[in-house]
T-cell receptor
């Protein structure tokens, strides 16, 4: 157990639907990062939150949004889902605003869009 | 886009042999990190080497960094079947702000045969 908790572990949904992925960072970590992993694109950085505020943004689609709550857990919302959104979605956390000591990853949410 | 590129894409060795994986990157970095991912699971942080370091050891792992060539290598000595996994290098640009992100390569799939 890495200390980063992601739920659900698996999610199957239909095209056009909306889903919410949840992440609880490791105790004491203030930053949460979201990554998407697919076979063709590899690990793509989506977005980072630090202590409740958006810190950095990657190639996140407009259909996707995220937030970090006062208790530091984060949610990634994916809407108008397409087949190509099927992927593993990882959350990672770090103590500071930058990952200079490495990230701690959760076990991921496998999203399948049918 | 990938900052780090691992080589080879796949490597198959016998138990007890050494495994060497290489990573090349394009822009300047603050540090470079190596992660391991067992099939379909989260990434585990293995080792971090800073831009002013040339070599670092952790157990059976040895990492080298050559900033002039923008390359790094990960050596796993006396490999075990349990080392079978994908290995990723990740580059840290070192600057904070909205452009900060840890960028991962596509990984090397290591298979250690018993």
């Amino acid at each position: 157990d890495s200390g980063v908790t992601q739920t659900p572990k698996h999610l199957i949904t239909a095209t056009g639907q909306r889903v919410t992925l949840r992440c609880s960072p490791r105790s004491g970590d203030l930053s949460v990062y979201w990554y998407q992993q697919s076979l063709d694109q590899g690990l793509q950085f989506l977005i980072q939150y630090y202590n409740g505020e958006e810190r950095a943004k990657g190639n996140i689609l407009e259909r996707f949004s995220a937030q970090q709550f006062p208790d530091l857990h984060s949610e990634l919302n994916l809407s108008s889902l397409e087949l190509g959104d099927s992927a593993l979605y990882f959350c990672a956390s770090s103590v500071g605003a930058v990952g200079w000591y490495g990230y701690t990853f959760g076990s991921g949410t496998r999203l399948t869009v049918v | 886009s990938q900052q780090g590129e691992e080589d080879p894409q796949a490597l198959s060795i016998q138990e007890g042999e050494n495994a060497t994986m290489n990573c090349s990157y394009k822009t300047s970095i603050n540090n470079l990190q190596w992660y391991r991912q067992n099939s379909g699971r989260g990434l585990v942080h293995l080792i971090l080497i800073r831009s002013n370091e040339r070599e670092k050891h952790s157990g059976r792992l040895r990492v080298t960094l050559d900033t002039s060539k923008k390359s790094s290598s990960l050596l796993i000595t006396a490999s075990r079947a349990a080392d079978t996994a994908s290995y990723f290098c990740a580059t840290d640009p070192g600057s904070g702000g909205s452009n900060y992100k840890l960028t991962f390569g596509k990984g090397t799939l290591l298979t250690v045969n018993p």
